[in-house]
């Protein structure tokens, strides 16, 4: 249904090809994580995309924010090889190898 959380948290993106006509959509899921830098502590909250489709080989991941203190070492479109620079110099994943073996929620 329409309207539960769930459905809620997405948004939808319509493209329409005009040289066929036919009408594509994606569904990107949109979402905050906590990211806590291992070597000081330092923490907050990154607001983050992606093709909400596991079909795709490319989830096209994307970081449309970061907490303070934090910024893009190496982006990439999967969140295990997008990899982050703390300002105390440390580097780290957006999602470390461990939480992605946990499973996707
Ligand atoms: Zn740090």
Same mark, same amino acid.
């Given at each position: 249904?329409?309207?539960?959380?769930?459905?809620?948290?997405?948004?939808?993106?319509?493209?329409?090809?005009?040289?066929?006509?036919?009408?594509?959509?994606?569904?990107?899921?949109?979402?905050?994580?906590? %990211?806590? =830098?291992?070597?000081?502590?330092?923490?907050? @909250?990154?607001?983050?995309? #992606?093709?909400?489709?596991?079909?795709?080989?490319?989830?096209?991941?994307?970081?449309?924010?970061?907490?303070?203190?934090?910024?893009?070492?190496?982006?990439?479109?999967?969140?295990?090889?997008?990899? %982050?620079? =703390?300002?105390?110099?440390?580097?780290?994943? @957006?999602?470390?190898?461990? #939480?992605?073996?946990?499973?996707?929620?």
């Amino acid at each position: 249904m329409l309207g539960s959380t769930f459905v809620a948290m997405r948004s939808y993106v319509r493209a329409k090809d005009s040289s066929t006509g036919k009408s594509t959509m994606a569904i990107r899921d949109r979402f905050s994580k906590k %990211l806590t =830098c291992p070597q000081c502590g330092n923490s907050g @909250f990154a607001e983050a995309s #992606e093709i909400d489709d596991a079909k795709r080989k490319n989830p096209d991941f994307k970081v449309d924010q970061l907490p303070r203190g934090f910024f893009v070492q190496r982006s990439s479109v999967h969140q295990e090889t997008f990899m %982050l620079k =703390c300002e105390c110099g440390r580097k780290f994943p @957006f999602r470390s190898l461990a #939480e992605a073996a946990a499973g996707r929620d």
